[in-house]
């Protein structure tokens, strides 16, 4: 009886003292959030129940599985150790991943609400959280490994030998994965430079689209149909590109014409002030319509239109292009380009009988001094 019951209290208990420990832990979390609701972090904690309690529990295991004297803990004693050693590593690294994503969290949602004017710095602050988070994790995994690795008797033995041939394995690792650690530097870089956040609309290969993920390694850009880019992040870092967030988001829409030379400028302005005064997507700052060339055939019209941001841009300008051809079509239909034919133009009638003369002349005076040439007498 009694090596059923020994199992049962220290497993019944440790269970206990561990759903305890999560449930005041809630509460005491709560009662703080209730108090100070302009400071988030008592909220994101709160997400850090679960692994406190597989730690806890883990712990506490660890320091009674001995008690319970049951014959599979006398058989298998130091794997059973072994295992709740791994499994508390492990749940000890979850708990302090989440315990820092909750405090980074709580400090960007503070700055946010207190810099909501200010998008710009909003995305470059979202960008550096979300690079520390993903540093912090790799950094206590590989912590977290290491430690694992070494409650093995066998990774403690070699250890030695490991640590006088790091230099070499140094070098050899950092020639193999120079690539990798370049993009993990240029992450870093793009981070706290402020060369692009998540959010920027940038131009990259030709490419149109919105940051959508930076990671230590890549970056990946949200296109208009929905198409994600991947590249490595250093590629921001060693070749040019577009970032149309930099600086504001407010964009001038450009609009060209293609129109005969007899279309009504004046009328096409008052058109133009009509469209962009009924559009949502105008901005309200800026709008004109000029003649910026001619050929010999059409003359190019340009439109201007200020918009908030990329998309307000994109939408006014096929509005307005839309809207203005439109209109030319049903109203000045002469002034939209046209490929002009004629028959080529005849000469004049005297033109030709002179020319004609002038032929006739010609050959008739040939005629006679060959003519002459052949009544001359030969000596």
Not at 123 to 151: D, E
Not at 166 to 194: E, H, K, P, R
Not at 263 to 275: K, V
Not at 310 to 316: H, M, R
Request: proline content about 4%; some cysteine; overall charge positive.
């Amino acid at each position: 009886m009694e090596d059923v019951l020994r199992p049962l209290i220290v497993i019944g208990g440790s269970l206990a003292i561990t759903l305890f420990i999560g449930w005041a832990a809630d509460w005491l979390l709560r009662r703080v959030d209730a108090r100070h609701p302009e400071t988030p972090l008592w909220g994101h904690l709160r997400r850090c129940r679960l692994p406190l309690q597989v730690t806890v529990c883990t712990a506490l295991l660890s320091g009674s599985y001995d008690e319970t004297r049951a014959r599979v803990v006398r058989e298998h004693g130091p794997a059973i150790g072994q295992l709740l050693a791994l499994v508390l590593i492990a749940a000890t690294a979850w708990l302090m991943v989440r315990v820092s994503s909750a405090v980074v969290e709580s400090s960007y949602f503070r700055y946010a609400s207190s810099s909501a004017h200010d998008p710009a710095r909003v995305r470059r602050v979202r960008t550096q959280v979300t690079l520390i988070q993903r540093v912090v994790a790799a950094i206590v995994g590989v912590v977290a490994a290491a430690a694992m690795l070494l409650t093995f008797p066998t990774m403690r033995t070699v250890g030695t030998s490991m640590l006088a041939s790091a230099g070499i394995l140094g070098v050899v690792a950092g020639v193999a994965a120079q690539s990798t650690l370049g993009n993990l530097f240029a992450g870093l870089q793009i981070a706290f430079g402020d060369m692009v956040r998540i959010g920027d609309t940038v131009v990259v290969d030709g490419e149109w689209g919105t940051v959508e993920e930076i990671t230590l390694t890549f970056l990946s850009v949200r296109t208009w149909d929905e198409r994600r880019i991947t590249m490595p992040v250093s590629y921001f870092t060693n070749k040019p590109f577009e970032n149309w967030s930099r600086g504001g988001a407010q964009k001038t829409a450009t609009v060209l014409f293609h129109l005969d030379h007899t279309a009504p400028i004046e009328e096409m302005r008052e058109q133009l002030r009509e469209i962009v005064q009924k559009s949502p997507a105008w901005d309200g700052r800026d709008w004109n319509l000029v003649v910026t060339d001619t050929t010999p055939s059409t003359i190019l019209v340009r439109a201007l239109i200020t918009a908030r941001d990329s998309d307000d841009a994109w939408t006014v300008r096929c509005e307005v292009r839309e809207k203005m051809i439109t209109w030319l079509r049903d109203t000045h239909p002469y002034a939209l380009p046209r490929i002009a034919t004629a028959p080529a133009a005849q000469a004049p009638q005297a033109l030709l009988e002179g020319e004609h003369r002038r032929e006739h002349h010609d050959h008739f005076a040939r005629f006679e001094d060959g003519r002459r040439k052949d009544a001359r007498p030969s000596r």
